[in-house]
Nanobody, 121 residues
Framework: VQLQASGGGLVQAGDSLRLSCVASGRAFSTYVMGWFRQAPGTEREFVSSISRGGGITDYTDSVKGRFTISRDNTKNTVYLQMNSLKPEDTAIYYC???????????????WGQGTLVTVSS
């Protein structure tokens, strides 16, 4: 599966953005999907994941209550709705696909190219 992320941009603190990640191929529903992010000078970190059917979601503590992950298996797309954005959310956001969902991460096998989110104060 190949992943194409989009939806990033420059916003002000408190604004919202929705990221999308479209997957090619027919196996989308067999993958656990997720989002990671990497801020300048830092390591890539887990943001959120969602199970194959969408019934199980997980979030890193810093985004709980502000971000919502969802997926539409009929459209081969996973979304990340980001509300109440903060300057510390500034990063390149990557979507990922894998087979195993763990608390606080997922076993990513495929990565999208990343989309930049910049939040100004």
């Amino acid at each position: 599966v190949q992943l194409q992320a989009s939806g990033g941009g420059l916003v002000q603190a408190g604004d919202s953005l929705r990221l999308s990640c479209v997957a090619s191929g027919r196996a989308f529903s067999t993958y656990v999907m997720g989002w990671f992010r990497q801020a300048p000078g830092t390591e890539r970190e887990f943001v959120s994941s969602i199970s194959r059917g969408g019934g199980i979601t997980d979030y890193t503590d810093s985004v709980k209550g502000r971000f919502t992950i969802s997926r539409d298996n009929t459209k081969n797309t996973v979304y990340l709705q980001m509300n109440s954005l903060k300057p510390e959310d500034t990063a390149i956001y990557y979507c990922a696909a894998g087979q195993y969902q763990y608390r606080g991460t997922l076993s990513a096998e495929r990565w999208g190219q990343g989309t930049l989110v910049t939040v100004s104060s």
